[in-house]
T-cell receptor, first 113, second 115 residues
C-alpha cells in the first residue's frame, strides 16, 4: 500500500534562509507526487507535481522539488523563505487505479523575521 | 481563474442532526472528490464521482452519502452527526477519469462543528 512520510512535524527558519522539507513515499511503481500548502483556515493549494520526466520540478511561489527514486524521496526546497511562506505543507502521492491522494501528516513551517 | 466553490464555509450542528455540504467544481471539471481533515490531521479521502457515477470510495461512514448532479456539482449528506464528525471537509475537482494521477484542485473547505 502507498504511504507518505514527512519526518519533520515542525520547522522554524529565519526569513531569507533556505528551506528543505522532507517527504518519503512508499509505492512499488512510479508514483505521482504532489506538494500542497495550507494556510491557517484555508484550503489546499497545489505548489507543484511530479508525474514523469525531469526529476527537478518547479512550482509556484519559488518552490521546487526533486524526485529521487533511489531514496524514495520528493523533497521540497526554496532558496530564500519569505514570512508569507509560514503554513502547513503536505506531501501527497497518487497511484493508478485509485482516485485518492494519500497525504503525509504535514510539516508546519514557522518563519521568524 | 475560477476555483472550486464550497458552501457553506462554516456549519454548526448538534449531535444526531443532519448536514449537507455542497461543492461546485471548476468549470468543465467532471470529477469531484471529498476529503475529511480532522483537527491536526492530514486529509483523508472519502469518496469521488466521475460523470455523476461513484468512481472510488474511501473511509466514508455509512451515515454519509454523496452524489454528483447533472451540472457536476456534488453534495455530501451527513446524518446522525457525531462529535467526531467535526472536521474540515474539502472538495476537490479535476478533469477526466485519471483519478489520483490527475491534478486535484481543492476548494477552501467547509468547517463542520458538531456540538
Amino acid at each position: 500500500a502507498q504511504s507518505v512520510t514527512q519526518p519533520d512535524i515542525h520547522i522554524t527558519v529565519s526569513e531569507g534562509a533556505s528551506l528543505e522539507l522532507r517527504c518519503n513515499y512508499s509505492y512499488g511503481a512510479t508514483p505521482y507526487l504532489f506538494w500542497y500548502v495550507q494556510s491557517p483556515g484555508q484550503g489546499l493549494q497545489l505548489l507543484l507535481k511530479y508525474f514523469s520526466g525531469d526529476t527537478l520540478v518547479q512550482g509556484i511561489k519559488g518552490f521546487e522539488a526533486e524526485f529521487k527514486r533511489s531514496q524514495s524521496s520528493f523533497n521540497l526546497r526554496k532558496p530564500s523563505v519569505h514570512w508569507s511562506d509560514a503554513a502547513e505543507y503536505f506531501c501527497a502521492v497518487g497511484a493508478d487505479n485509485t482516485d485518492k491522494l494519500i497525504f503525509g501528516t504535514g510539516t508546519r513551517l514557522q518563519v521568524f523575521p | 481563474a475560477a476555483g472550486v466553490i464550497q458552501s457553506p464555509r462554516h456549519l454548526i450542528k448538534e449531535k444526531r442532526e443532519t448536514a449537507t455540504l455542497k461543492c461546485y467544481p471548476i468549470p468543465r471539471h467532471d470529477t469531484v472528490y471529498w476529503y475529511q481533515q480532522g483537527p491536526g490531521q492530514d486529509p483523508q479521502f472519502l469518496i469521488s464521482f466521475y460523470e455523476k457515477m461513484q468512481s472510488d470510495k474511501g473511509s466514508i461512514p455509512d451515515r454519509f452519502s454523496a452524489q454528483q448532479f447533472s451540472d457536476y456539482h456534488s453534495e455530501l449528506n451527513m446524518s446522525s452527526l457525531e462529535l467526531g464528525d467535526s472536521a474540515l471537509y474539502f472538495c476537490a475537482s479535476s478533469f477526466g477519469l485519471a483519478g489520483s494521477t490527475d491534478t486535484q484542485y481543492f476548494g477552501p473547505g467547509t468547517r463542520l462543528t458538531v456540538l
